[in-house]
């Protein structure tokens, strides 16, 4: 195997096989992960607002962005309200 610096990806992307595929189809810790850190800079807030909004220890919001947690669901309601989202949970089929 090879490395090229000429190779540009995101946090969020994965080759399996050669085909791209996003890591979000791979573990959905990760795909909450990923989801929470879009949500909150979408929500135009740092670590530490969203923290000082929710009460919830910057170092755990940390946590959850790198996927090195598991939080309860009243937490995630917690950090969909401070940054005014709507939490959603769903299954779906898998192909």
Do not use: C, H
Not at 22 to 27: A, G, L, T
Not at 34 to 41: C, F, G, H, Q, T
Not at 56 to 80: F, V, W
């Amino acid at each position: 195997m090879s490395w090229s610096d000429d190779l540009d990806l995101d946090s969020e992307t994965i080759w399996e096989d050669g085909v791209f595929i996003r890591i979000e189809s791979v573990d959905p810790s990760l795909a909450l992960a990923s989801s929470l850190a879009r949500a909150r800079e979408y929500a135009m807030l740092t670590q530490k607002q969203l923290s000082e909004k929710t009460g919830i220890y910057q170092s755990d919001i940390s946590k959850l962005e790198r996927g090195n947690a598991n939080p309860s669901i009243l937490t995630l309601k917690r950090l969909a309200d401070a940054m005014d989202m709507t939490l959603k949970i769903e299954f779906v089929p898998k192909k």
